[in-house]
Nanobody, 122 residues
Framework: QVQLVESGGGLVQPGGSLRLSCAAS????????INWFRQAPGKEREWVSC??????YYANSVKGRFTVSRDNGEKTVYLQMNSLKPEDTAVYYC?????????????????WGQGTQVTVST
């Protein structure tokens, strides 16, 4: 059974950092693409990043500030977020379609975690 569980969200001041975790079970995180998305209130779910094999991809809005990594032994994917801005405030989700391609289209993502809230504010 495929399951994804996010953790690590919280309240942080602008310029601060957080590391999100996505613990996976029921499939191999080192074989399938894992995507991070986020959704702010009143907005559509937005693609943030993807990890597949040794490749990583980022939305322009987070490039240079966010880093995705993977611990295959722990079956966990991480999203390190630095230089956080108020506009990064959202619920962050990890998801997978059990594809070996990255996608920025939330509608084709089959499995989602429950999400973790990130709030960037003074």
């Amino acid at each position: 059974q495929v399951q994804l569980v996010e953790s690590g969200g919280g309240l942080v001041q602008p310029g601060g950092s957080l590391r999100l975790s996505c613990a996976a079970s029921g499939f191999s995180v080192d074989y399938y693409a894992i995507n991070w998305f986020r959704q702010a209130p009143g907005k559509e779910r937005e693609w943030v990043s993807c990890a597949l094999d040794r490749r990583t991809y980022y939305a322009n809005s987070v490039k240079g500030r966010f880093t995705v990594s993977r611990d295959n032994g722990e079956k966990t994917v991480y999203l390190q977020m630095n230089s956080l801005k108020p506009e990064d405030t959202a619920v962050y989700y990890c998801g997978t379609s059990l594809f070996r391609t990255c996608t920025s289209d939330a509608s084709v993502t089959t499995y989602w975690g429950q999400g973790t809230q990130v709030t960037v504010s003074t």
